[in-house]
């Protein structure tokens, strides 16, 4: 006999949006409807008509991905417990890739999902305006130790920002210091590297401006202790306080994000299902590079929020 399910929610970040995301969820259920509309009307400028619809390179700037996949993931959410109610499991954990966390925020009952979406368009903001300032990127590089990428940061004055799986880490960066180390990681024997569609060094020091502000207006929100364990970014332990996840939100965008050993510690606390709510697969995929022995459900449209009480 198989042991039950011990859940953890995870949401997606920047880099999952898709044009034509959230679409069905709109037409179909009345929760995730009224949480699309809210959007709209808290950034008070149509965000679903350009997730809808696009044009995508309007979608992919930071100011309007990071919004709209908080408002996706979280209309996904809404949807699932409309149609599941107290049947569905109550997640041990719950956590987010880096504008993910956000998500979580609120899946944690932290702030409300109208705190919860206009904090999330004014980090992408900030960020982006950040970005404008130093030009800066992210590179993916793939199959090289993490040692030999920690001196090679040292080296060219980059930072390791995303810690996402065996063989799987990502470096930021001013420009040009990042294309200095990506050649030389390839150089060292990195399988490959990939540059990041990003518009900025996101979770390096290069974000300090972006992290200056987002305090301030972090600061001017009351937030509450979390129902449900927030796995951080930064830490890679449980926040349970409300100051505690004020704290992550403003450390995380210049310090890395920990998602390997965030994943490892949800296992080793008895998890052994990961929902990834929101648009794609990317941490599914992570998750089992981590660990191939946990489940992996995803969960973006009509078909899969039916289908996520089975679990």
């Known amino acids: 006999m198989s042991s039950p399910a011990k859940i953890a929610y995870i949401f997606p970040g920047q880099g999952s949006q898709v044009v034509g995301m959230g679409r069905d969820l709109y037409d179909t259920f009345e929760s995730a409807r009224t949480i699309i509309k809210q959007a709209d009307e808290v950034l008070n400028f149509p965000l679903s008509r350009l997730f809808f619809e696009g044009p995508e390179e309007e979608l992919k700037q930071t100011v309007n991905a990071q919004p709209a996949l908080v408002t996706v993931g979280f209309a996904c959410l809404k949807a699932m417990q409309e149609v599941h109610g107290v049947s569905l499991t109550t997640p041990a954990y719950t956590t987010g890739h880096s504008l993910g966390e956000y998500t979580a925020l609120a899946a944690a009952n932290v702030i409300d999902f109208a705190s919860t979406v206009f904090l999330a368009r004014e980090r992408?903001?900030?960020?982006?305006?950040?970005?404008?300032?130093?030009?800066?990127?992210?590179?993916?590089?793939?199959?090289?130790?993490?040692?030999?990428?920690?001196e090679i940061c040292r080296e060219t004055g980059t930072v390791i920002a995303n810690y996402n799986s065996p063989g799987q880490l990502v470096i930021s960066g001013a420009s040009e210091n990042v294309a200095r180390a990506a050649e030389m990681a390839k150089a060292k024997g990195a399988g490959r590297t990939m540059p990041l569609q990003v518009s900025g060094a996101f979770h390096s020091p290069l974000m300090k401006p972006a992290e200056e502000a987002l305090s301030y207006i972090i600061n001017g929100i009351t937030f509450r202790d979390p129902v449900i364990p927030i796995i951080g970014n930064t830490s890679a332990q449980p926040?349970?306080?409300?100051?505690?996840?004020?704290?992550?939100?403003?450390?995380?965008?210049?310090?890395?994000?920990?998602?390997?050993?965030?994943?490892?510690?949800?296992?080793?606390?008895?998890?052994?299902?990961?929902?990834?709510?929101?648009?794609?697969?990317?941490?599914?995929?992570?998750?089992?590079?981590?660990?191939?022995?946990?489940?992996?459900?995803?969960?973006?449209?009509v078909e899969t929020v039916r289908a996520v009480g089975q679990v």
């Open 124 to 150: 992408g903001r900030l960020m982006q305006e950040a970005g404008t300032k130093t030009a800066g990127g992210m590179v993916a590089v793939l199959g090289l130790d993490e040692a030999v990428l920690v």
């Open 239 to 301: 926040l349970t306080t409300a100051e505690s996840v004020k704290a992550e939100l403003t450390r995380q965008l210049c310090h890395g994000v920990q998602w390997q050993r965030s994943v490892e510690y949800m296992i080793t606390g008895g998890v052994n299902t990961f929902i990834e709510i929101g648009p794609g697969k990317v941490l599914t995929g992570l998750v089992k590079r981590i660990n191939r022995d946990v489940r992996t459900v995803n969960v973006g449209d």
